[in-house]
């Protein structure tokens, strides 16, 4: 694989070049590679099943980066898992994953109730005398290179599968179509767990890059946040806009504290024009680009430099062009392609498209189909073609994007209806601006003895917290005697939206 033999490459000829810095820790490209390859010999002396999957455990180390390389050098695609994520919700990415090697990176003790599951530290990789591990062993082509667990309607996860060539499509667009390669410096925002991380990691490696990484601790405190922002040098900024949204509020966020940054690559939602023209008036050395893509077509597919006559011309941007091995159709709800300016369902169509959803035959035949002779993924996007440009229109159905985490309102309202709490509920996105700003969620409450219903609303959440990651419950809550009903006996969802706009 090219990815694979680039890292190795530079290895080989720069090893002393920082390949990933996490506050105080980091690792170079020899050192990655190394203990990668030590982690691959692990592997292979374990008995695990031929590509089987393992699932990495952790925050923003470095050894995230090192087991990732290792278990691909050995044939194994990886799981990676956030120690942000619920116990719960781990639990059920093992039963669905059927995963038999979990590594834990993390300083944090991870049990896992299943015995037959292996839970393995670093320090005993560490420990381990190893071999020189072969590319044959590599994971290669329609292999699968990772999964990523994104929210599903049924209250259990769905695990994305991307395989090495889906992934070589992605890294070869990024390094070829933007200004990114060099051995710059890239910006980690991201969490390992959400894909737009992929979007800094691999072609950060692929070009002799330097990846430096936002810790939650970092996050919560914004005073070290910026101080280590100075430190960076970032030169390639990735983030949700969301993200940079956040530190546009501090007025010391500009080109002074990041004087060689010269690129912005934003994904996961919609970049507002406001947030796009405060970028260019504070950092105005640097291209700003708006993508698009979900995670089944390997993160990005379509990109535009935003420029000044685009932000002149357009209220809402576009997300820009297809990459060249890929094509953009839309589809109407007969499945007939329609003409330019007509609002119908985005379908993707490429060689990075997903294999489909590990172990969930069903789930994947609704999505993803051949086109022409080609994989394609049905999106569930409503979008729209203008002057060669696509324009992202929202969600076909209740799946949605907060924040730059994707995920099914079906999924939240499960885990709230299961609450002893609570007879029925809806969840609804509010919008700001074209954008959601928050979840709400309309609940007809089951008895209960608390005297104030914010004394109801924290129990709830306390419930919710064993089960969901924080970015899925929803920031306000109200308690109704009934919810308003279509003809057909469905919730009527239209009114709910009203109602919560009132």
């Given at each position: 694989?090219?990815?694979?033999?680039?890292?190795?490459?530079?290895?080989?000829?720069?090893?002393?070049?920082?390949?990933?810095?996490?506050?105080?820790?980091?690792?170079?490209?020899?050192?990655?590679?190394?203990?990668?390859?030590?982690?691959?010999?692990?592997?292979?002396?374990?008995?695990?099943?031929?590509?089987?999957?393992?699932?990495?455990?952790?925050?923003?180390?470095?050894?995230?980066?090192?087991?990732?390389?290792?278990?691909?050098?050995?044939?194994?695609?990886?799981?990676?898992?956030?120690?942000?994520?619920?116990?719960?919700?781990?639990?059920?990415?093992?039963?669905?994953?059927?995963?038999?090697?979990?590594?834990?990176?993390?300083?944090?003790?991870?049990?896992?109730?299943?015995?037959?599951?292996?839970?393995?530290?670093?320090?005993?990789?560490?420990?381990?005398?190893?071999?020189?591990?072969?590319?044959?062993?590599?994971?290669?082509?329609?292999?699968?290179?990772?999964?990523?667990?994104?929210?599903?309607?049924?209250?259990?996860?769905?695990?994305?599968?991307?395989?090495?060539?889906?992934?070589?499509?992605?890294?070869?667009?990024?390094?070829?179509?933007?200004?990114?390669?060099?051995?710059?410096?890239?910006?980690?925002?991201?969490?390992?767990?959400?894909?737009?991380?992929?979007?800094?990691?691999?072609?950060?490696?692929?070009?002799?890059?330097?990846?430096?990484?936002?810790?939650?601790?970092?996050?919560?405190?914004?005073?070290?946040?910026?101080?280590?922002?100075?430190?960076?040098?970032?030169?390639?900024?990735?983030?949700?806009?969301?993200?940079?949204?956040?530190?546009?509020?501090?007025?010391?966020?500009?080109?002074?504290?990041?004087?060689?940054?010269?690129?912005?690559?934003?994904?996961?939602?919609?970049?507002?024009?406001?947030?796009?023209?405060?970028?260019?008036?504070?950092?105005?050395?640097?291209?700003?680009?708006?993508?698009?893509?979900?995670?089944?077509?390997?993160?990005?597919?379509?990109?535009?430099?935003?420029?000044?006559?685009?932000?002149?011309?357009?209220?809402?941007?576009?997300?820009?062009?297809?990459?060249?091995?890929?094509?953009?159709?839309?589809?109407?709800?007969?499945?007939?392609?329609?003409?330019?300016?007509?609002?119908?369902?985005?379908?993707?169509?490429?060689?990075?498209?997903?294999?489909?959803?590990?172990?969930?035959?069903?789930?994947?035949?609704?999505?993803?189909?051949?086109?022409?002779?080609?994989?394609?993924?049905?999106?569930?996007?409503?979008?729209?073609?203008?002057?060669?440009?696509?324009?992202?229109?929202?969600?076909?159905?209740?799946?949605?994007?907060?924040?730059?985490?994707?995920?099914?309102?079906?999924?939240?309202?499960?885990?709230?209806?299961?609450?002893?709490?609570?007879?029925?509920?809806?969840?609804?996105?509010?919008?700001?601006?074209?954008?959601?700003?928050?979840?709400?969620?309309?609940?007809?409450?089951?008895?209960?003895?608390?005297?104030?219903?914010?004394?109801?609303?924290?129990?709830?959440?306390?419930?919710?917290?064993?089960?969901?990651?924080?970015?899925?419950?929803?920031?306000?809550?109200?308690?109704?005697?009934?919810?308003?009903?279509t003809p057909n006996g469905k919730v009527d969802r239209k009114q709910i939206r009203e109602k919560v706009l009132l």
């Amino acid at each position: 694989m090219k990815l694979l033999s680039n890292i190795k490459k530079m290895a080989d000829t720069k090893p002393e070049t920082l390949a990933f810095v996490s506050q105080d820790q980091t690792i170079n490209y020899g050192e990655l590679w190394k203990r990668a390859e030590q982690t691959a010999s692990f592997i292979l002396n374990t008995e695990l099943k031929p590509l089987s999957p393992i699932l990495i455990y952790g925050h923003m180390e470095p050894e995230m980066l090192v087991a990732f390389l290792g278990s691909v050098r050995a044939g194994h695609p990886y799981i990676p898992v956030d120690t942000s994520i619920p116990l719960e919700r781990i639990a059920k990415i093992i039963e669905s994953s059927k995963t038999k090697l979990v590594i834990n990176v993390s300083k944090d003790t991870l049990l896992v109730e299943d015995t037959s599951v292996q839970v393995v530290n670093v320090s005993e990789i560490k420990n381990h005398s190893f071999l020189p591990v072969t590319m044959d062993t590599w994971v290669r082509e329609d292999e699968t290179f990772y999964i990523i667990y994104t929210s599903g309607s049924t209250g259990n996860p769905k695990g994305v599968q991307i395989s090495a060539d889906n992934l070589q499509s992605f890294v070869d667009w990024m390094v070829e179509d933007f200004p990114i390669s060099g051995g710059l410096r890239f910006l980690n925002q991201a969490p390992f767990s959400f894909d737009l991380s992929v979007m800094d990691l691999y072609p950060a490696l692929a070009s002799g890059g330097t990846i430096w990484a936002i810790t939650k601790e970092m996050i919560a405190k914004p005073k070290i946040l910026f101080e280590e922002l100075k430190k960076s040098n970032t030169q390639v900024w990735t983030s949700t806009p969301s993200f940079a949204q956040m530190c546009l509020m501090d007025p010391s966020y500009n080109q002074e504290l990041l004087p060689e940054l010269s690129v912005f690559l934003f994904c996961g939602e919609i970049l507002p024009v406001s947030v796009c023209k405060q970028l260019k008036e504070r950092f105005p050395k640097a291209k700003v680009f708006n993508t698009y893509g979900p995670t089944e077509a390997t993160v990005a597919v379509t990109s535009v430099e935003v420029t000044e006559e685009i932000l002149q011309e357009y209220q809402t941007l576009p997300v820009g062009k297809a990459k060249g091995d890929t094509q953009i159709v839309l589809l109407d709800e007969n499945q007939k392609q329609i003409l330019d300016d007509e609002k119908g369902e985005i379908i993707i169509v490429g060689p990075s498209v997903s294999k489909g959803y590990l172990g969930q035959k069903e789930q994947t035949e609704k999505a993803f189909f051949m086109y022409n002779g080609v994989q394609a993924y049905r999106t569930g996007d409503a979008g729209y073609m203008k002057q060669g440009q696509l324009f992202y229109k929202g969600r076909m159905d209740f799946q949605i994007k907060l924040h730059g985490y994707r995920m099914e309102l079906e999924e939240i309202e499960y885990h709230i209806a299961k609450s002893k709490y609570v007879k029925s509920a809806v969840v609804v996105p509010v919008y700001q601006n074209d954008k959601i700003d928050y979840l709400s969620v309309l609940i007809i409450p089951a008895e209960h003895n608390f005297e104030k219903e914010y004394q109801l609303t924290g129990a709830i959440k306390k419930e919710l917290a064993e089960e969901l990651p924080a970015y899925m419950i929803p920031r306000k809550f109200s308690y109704h005697a009934e919810l308003p009903i279509t003809p057909n006996g469905k919730v009527d969802r239209k009114q709910i939206r009203e109602k919560v706009l009132l």
